[in-house]
């Protein structure tokens, strides 16, 4: 099924939309939403089965605990691709083994002027600018109480806050303070995300100083029940503003980090030019996919290292087969995320990975995913 994807849907699909791939991301969206609303239909929930049947890989040796979560499977979603959780059912049905939901802010915003998504398919990435579009922290809010009255969801489902644009930085903390408490009760785990390059001045959030003000608001909001908090951080930070992170997320108690969001960096792209016309060096916004594969695995083996395995890491960037999901968890992710990868290899990728990652762990003569982690580091 994936050879079809590759061979017939995926050109089809781009080619239909080539001048905007966000018109393919938003019917995307559309479809999950209601593939969401019918496997949960009494009449119709032999859909979800279909479903899981499908693209779902059930191993006892794929299982984790972790932060007080049962992951049925290391491979989640990464926030970016469902940002108002409107899909948020069907996620575990899909293979994933978590996902991550949002960018959301406190309040609803549109996101940067069109177009603000292109594809850059002889890198295998894609470069955004889409700015925090979402419908806001109280719209998201209503939406997941209302799925977490009526379903037991069978994965962990995060939330990922970001600042709104017309916060200035001073009061951030208070931004971010505030989707929180909105939406404590709805998400299983927290993802503090300063490192954006596409809300303007985001990335100054990842100083130490401006950094612990966010999560000295977030831990006197994160009463009974705590929730797991994670920071999300850039590619491009240099090693000790990584390490002073490493310091904050040990003296916070985080749960851990998530490495890394996409880069602003533009080194040796083979893509001469995006739909614009114009080259993607030209052009703003963040590169995710294969080109931030190495940078964001040699953060995460930095973490790993200098927390002595202590912290742990979700890790994020160009991860498009079962190798590049293995590379990440033995350089020190306990989990990993997929974005991009999705898109240009259908949504048979997961099972696909996860078949892939049981072949690795019986080559190794491991028992379990958890043995792997920074085996390699």
Excluded at 29 to 49: A, D, F, G, K, M
Aim: with cysteine; charged share 20%; net charge neutral.
């Amino acid at each position: 099924m994936n050879d079809i994807y590759q061979l017939a849907i995926r050109p089809l699909l781009f080619n239909a939309v080539k001048a905007d791939p966000e018109k393919l991301h938003s019917s995307t969206i559309r479809t999950l939403y209601w593939l969401s609303e019918i496997c949960y239909s009494p009449s119709t929930r032999w859909v979800n089965q279909r479903l899981r049947q499908s693209f779902c890989l059930f191993d006892k040796r794929l299982e984790q605990n972790l932060f007080g979560l049962h992951f049925p499977n290391p491979v989640g979603l990464a926030a970016g691709f469902d940002k108002d959780g409107v899909a948020a059912p069907v996620w575990g049905s899909l293979g994933f083994g978590f996902a991550e939901l949002g960018t959301v802010t406190f309040h609803p915003q549109p996101g940067n002027p069109k177009p603000r998504l292109f594809r850059l398919p002889e890198d295998n990435a894609a470069l955004n600018r889409m700015g925090f579009n979402n419908s806001g922290a109280v719209n998201m809010a209503h939406r997941l109480t209302k799925v977490r009255n009526n379903l037991t969801l069978p994965i962990p489902i995060g939330v990922n806050l970001g600042k709104s644009k017309i916060t200035p930085l001073e009061t951030a903390a208070i931004d971010y303070r505030d989707s929180f408490r909105l939406l404590k009760d709805c998400g299983d785990y927290f993802v503090v995300n300063v490192s954006s390059p596409n809300t303007p001045g985001l990335r100054a959030l990842q100083d130490a100083t401006m950094l612990s003000s966010i999560l000295e608001a977030l831990s006197q909001e994160n009463l009974i029940p705590q929730k797991p908090i994670f920071v999300k951080i850039a590619p491009d930070l240099e090693w000790e503003a990584i390490s002073d992170i490493i310091e904050l997320a040990v003296n916070y108690k985080l749960a851990g980090i998530i490495a890394t969001n996409t880069t602003i960096r533009r080194d040796n792209l083979k893509t001469r030019f995006i739909a614009t016309g114009k080259p993607p060096q030209e052009e703003a916004g963040g590169i995710s996919g294969a080109p931030v594969r190495d940078r964001s695995t040699e953060i995460i083996r930095y973490i790993y290292k200098h927390s002595q395995g202590q912290i742990p890491i979700i890790g994020v960037g160009g991860i498009f087969t079962a190798a590049d999901a293995w590379e990440k968890i033995t350089a020190g992710a306990s989990l990993v995320q997929i974005y991009t990868g999705w898109i240009y290899e259908g949504p048979w990728m997961i099972h696909r990975i996860l078949e892939g990652l049981l072949v690795l762990l019986e080559q190794r003569g491991l028992t379990s995913i958890s043995e792997a982690i920074g085996i390699e580091s």
